[in-house]
């Protein structure tokens, strides 16, 4: 099992740019997951999914972030436009049938 | 709402146990969590426990619930180098089991 992926892996973009992280859950998961790692702020939970639909987005921080899932093994978050307080490490997490979460290897974003 | 919180740093000689401890505040919690991340890498669940067990061990792992306190520790039997990493406790709630984290403790294992 490929495990949840995610990519890039690394980005680093200029202030105002549009940034999209992408995610793949595990094959037969119906639950994903988009949360936000940081220094001040730990772990939070940005939105949910359950069967592509989203569910809670009350932790998405603005309107400058979205969030799709267009299908059933593809997410994507985006920032547009981008700011230096956006700097952080966004992971992608899935499960089935609310189980436990598995969690992919994050994408490390910096914003300059 | 709810509250999840741990000490920062723990820092114990090879060999030796640890242990992490947790307190949430959500006595609603059907699943308490923990997860382990290594420097530059994502959350590897390590194990979990269920809201009406008191104890579970896996291996050199051992989770201890208490839950009239709200309280949940990890102990890790000889602790190994390749231990060192943040360890992260979690609850969770509702239906989607959403998960709430604490800040995470910082084990170090010294040689």
């Known amino acids: 099992d490929a495990g949840v992926i995610q990519s890039p892996r690394h980005e680093v973009t200029e202030m105002g740019q549009e940034v999209t992280l992408r995610c793949k859950p595990i094959?037969?998961?119906?639950?994903l997951f988009w949360y936000r790692q940081t220094m001040m702020r730990g772990l939070e939970l940005l939105i949910y999914?359950?069967?592509?639909?989203?569910?809670?987005d009350s932790g998405m921080p603005e309107d400058r972030f979205s969030a799709k899932m267009p299908n059933a093994s593809f997410s994507t978050l985006k920032i547009q436009p981008s700011e230096p307080r956006d700097s952080a490490v966004y992971f992608c997490?899935?499960?089935?049938?609310?189980?436990?979460?598995?969690f992919g290897p994050g994408t490390r974003l910096t914003v300059l | 709402g709810e509250d999840v919180e741990q000490s920062l740093f723990l820092s114990v000689r090879e060999g030796d146990s640890s242990v992490i401890n947790c307190t949430y505040t959500d006595s609603s919690s059907t699943y308490l969590y923990w997860y382990k991340q290594e420097p530059g890498a994502g959350l590897q669940l390590l194990t979990y426990?269920?809201?009406?067990?008191d104890m579970k061990q896996d291996q050199r792992l051992t989770v201890l619930l208490n839950k009239k306190d709200k309280h949940l520790s990890l102990r890790i039997a000889d602790t190994q180098t390749g231990d060192s990493a943040i360890y992260f406790c979690a609850e969770s709630s509702g239906s989607a089991r959403q998960l709430t984290f604490g800040s995470g403790t910082q084990l170090t294992v010294l040689p």
């Open positions: 999914f359950n069967n592509n639909v989203p569910i809670d």
């Open positions: 094959s037969g998961h119906d639950y």
């Open positions: 997490a899935s499960s089935f049938l609310g189980d436990t979460q598995y």
């Open positions: 426990i269920f809201s009406n067990m």
